[in-house]
């Protein structure tokens, strides 16, 4: 299945990922705990206990994807040092203190496992880690020590291989706590209002390239009452190889489209116009009067009667994508209705009217907002029961009721947008809007908000 909406995160958005999450891995490593231990050595017997990492430092680290896997960690010349107690006895002599392991060139390979669950959300886990560390120095507080050589290299090997491992274990422990459960933020649904939804699940697990991160995701508008098929399928994306921003976002004309359909079958495609809504720079009011001079049975039996009209979709409004920009036909009929004395609606006559419309795209506070413009009309008469009439006389007046009222009503709409899919605390910034064949693209950098 072709996705309807594309995530691609950039080596720059990586790098910047990877900031973050050696950040807060520093922070994990630092409060790591080592247990307790004791041997003996020759005829030495000791114990070291209250083991701490007061430092933790990973000053160079790089992450990279890796093909068909998911993503590679390295971590070089990192640096860690260690706390604790001692008791030794040798023979008929004791001795206790303190000690200090400083463990530098420490070099880590960590591979993180990409993938998706049922519910289409994605899913991230440690496949592989690795720690070794190349140099290690262990000091002794006290008086023995002549006695602290009979055992110290000993003690070192111990003490490195417990924290290498006890590394491997901290980390798989914070991908699985943190990470993963962080990962779980990213909106499978994202909610539009009380009526209508987006559904950004996973078609696939995310895909590693050699130059990005890439999500395919379902992107398609649903009815929360009543979700039904929709009746064509998304278009492969000629997804460009652009790495000027973190994170790119591939919307089809299919994510946009499923839109129109959901928004149709919901009824929600349905406008009406009354006298209250006429701007007073329009200068005329909604009345029988003013049509009268060109259909005149309207003054013979609706005579001086206040108007309404009622704009509806008879399809779904489907819309193209190219290299110029977003562009479609909608096709609305208009019901003109008299209102009668008595408030019931006298059906007047049915036009059906097609305008040329182009579309304004951005992003706002991680939203897709936008903003329609409108060509001229085409008028038709489709159903009257007032007689026959041109048409042509209409124009004016339905050009002045669509571009100053319902357009602007449209625009408010659009301008409160649709959410994208985003993970907790992420902020865009820099945004770039192209257009694609069959798509839109938006890139942006990225910010992530800390707790």
């Not at 290690?136 to 003690?155: P, Q, T």
């Not at 490195?160 to 990213?186: F, G, I, P, W």
């Not at 349905?270 to 003054?299: H, Y």
Request: aromatic fraction near 10%.
């Amino acid at each position: 299945t072709n996705p309807g909406f594309v995530v691609r995160i950039t080596q720059a958005g990586l790098d910047y990922a990877q900031e973050q999450g050696i950040a807060i891995l520093e922070k994990e490593l630092a409060q790591l705990k080592l247990p307790d231990f004791s041997g003996k050595s020759g005829k030495v017997r000791y114990s070291f206990s209250r083991l701490r990492i007061p430092t933790f430092r990973l000053p160079h680290s790089r992450i990279t994807p890796v093909p068909n896997v998911g993503l590679q960690v390295s971590i070089s010349n990192a640096f860690a040092e260690l706390n604790g107690d001692w008791r030794v006895k040798f023979l008929f002599i004791k001795g206790h203190g303190s000690f200090n392991l400083k463990v530098e060139n420490v070099n880590m390979k960590i591979i993180l496992r990409l993938g998706s669950d049922t519910t289409g959300r994605p899913t991230i886990s440690t496949s592989d880690c690795s720690a070794r560390a190349s140099k290690v120095g262990l000091r002794f507080s006290g008086k023995l020590a002549w006695l602290y050589n009979l055992f110290h290299r000993v003690i070192e090997r111990k003490l490195r291989k417990n924290l290498e491992s006890k590394v491997c274990d901290n980390v798989a422990k914070s991908v699985h706590n943190e990470l993963q459960t962080y990962m779980r933020t990213l909106p499978v649904t994202a909610k539009i209002d009380n009526k209508f939804g987006i559904d950004y699940s996973l078609v696939a697990p995310p895909r590693a390239t050699a130059q990005s991160l890439d999500a395919d995701l379902k992107g398609e508008f649903y009815s929360l009452a009543h979700r039904s098929p929709v009746p064509f399928s998304p278009l492969p994306l000629a997804f460009p190889s652009d790495h000027e921003r973190m994170v790119y976002f591939g919307a089809s004309s299919y994510f946009f489209n499923t839109a129109g359909i959901a928004y149709h079958e919901a009824g929600a495609l349905v406008f009406e116009i009354t006298e209250a809504m006429i701007p007073k720079e329009a200068r005329f009011t909604l009345d029988t009067s003013i049509f009268s001079a060109f259909i005149p049975q309207l003054k013979e039996k609706y005579p001086n009667m206040p108007m309404k009209f009622r704009l509806s979709a008879p399809t779904a409004p489907f819309l193209t994508i190219g290299p110029g920009g977003i562009s479609f036909q909608p096709i609305v009929d208009i019901q003109a209705y008299a209102i009668l004395p008595n408030s019931k609606l006298a059906p007047l006559f049915l036009l059906s009217l097609v305008r040329n419309v182009s579309a304004v795209i951005n992003v706002r506070s991680g939203r897709i907002v936008g903003s329609l413009d409108v060509g001229r009309i085409r008028l038709s008469l489709k159903d009257s029961a007032v007689g026959t009439f041109q048409v042509q006389f209409l124009q004016s007046i339905m050009n002045i009721l669509t571009s100053n009222v319902l357009l602007p009503h449209l625009n408010a709409r659009l301008d409160e947008g649709f959410p994208l899919p985003l993970l907790d605390r992420i902020q865009l910034s820099n945004i770039l809007v192209r257009f694609h064949q069959n798509f839109l693209l938006l890139g942006a950098d990225v910010r992530f908000q800390p707790r």
